[in-house]
């Protein structure tokens, strides 16, 4: 039960789209990732799904809209809606997600990643 | 399903001490409050309770000792254990917990909110 700084800990990320862990509430984790480029359209079958911007511009495309959030910005993607982040630029992320949440969602494939707590 | 902003949303909460939701995701609401002055005692018998400070430096007393967290930095208080927190100036804080929980834990008193969304 300590403080966890975000900034301490998004320097302790060296690969883009692989969030780490960085605390468990109840069922979920909060974990933080660094974006840049384009990931895969996937949904999530159980799970909603958190995202806060904390550094960047993320663009979250929808199958008929694009959602684009600043920093400071969050949205919450519910289980079963396809989606695919893209972030042009570097991003920082914090993630909220049930701890059953696979990055890939139902997809299994070379963008899945098992994460790690930091 | 629409991007939502920090900084607007705590623009809207007139009162201290008043959490207001600003999304919902599984089981847990996200929710926004502007703290200043003193809170009570209390724990939450069942849920865990993460804090993220967005502007300025919040204490968490707990009974063996004191966290402070400044901007940018998060806690996670686990059911079970009582706290107290306090903000010398204002303190614009966001919360995750599920919906069940209540401002004042197993208190019910004054200081007894019910959230409501904004």
């Given at each position: 039960?300590?403080?966890?700084n975000?900034?301490?800990?998004?320097?302790?990320?060296?690969?883009f789209?692989?969030?780490?862990?960085?605390?468990?509430?109840?069922?979920?984790?909060?974990?933080?990732g660094k974006?840049?480029g384009e990931?895969i359209?996937?949904?999530?079958e159980?799970?909603?799904?958190?995202?806060?911007?904390?550094?960047?511009?993320?663009?979250?495309?929808?199958?008929?809209?694009?959602l684009?959030?600043?920093?400071g910005?969050?949205?919450?993607?519910?289980k079963?809606?396809?989606?695919?982040?893209?972030?042009?630029?570097?991003?920082?992320?914090l993630?909220?997600?049930?701890?059953?949440?696979?990055n890939t969602?139902?997809?299994?494939?070379?963008?899945?990643?098992?994460?790690?707590?930091?």
């Amino acid at each position: 039960m300590e403080p966890i700084n975000l900034a301490e800990k998004f320097s302790l990320i060296e690969h883009f789209w692989s969030p780490k862990i960085v605390a468990e509430m109840n069922d979920s984790y909060v974990k933080l990732g660094k974006l840049k480029g384009e990931f895969i359209w996937h949904h999530h079958e159980n799970e909603d799904e958190l995202f806060l911007v904390v550094k960047g511009e993320l663009t979250i495309h929808l199958r008929d809209r694009g959602l684009v959030l600043h920093e400071g910005e969050l949205v919450v993607i519910p289980k079963g809606v396809e989606h695919c982040p893209v972030a042009s630029e570097e991003v920082h992320l914090l993630l909220l997600e049930p701890k059953t949440t696979l990055n890939t969602g139902t997809e299994i494939n070379d963008r899945t990643v098992q994460a790690e707590w930091i």
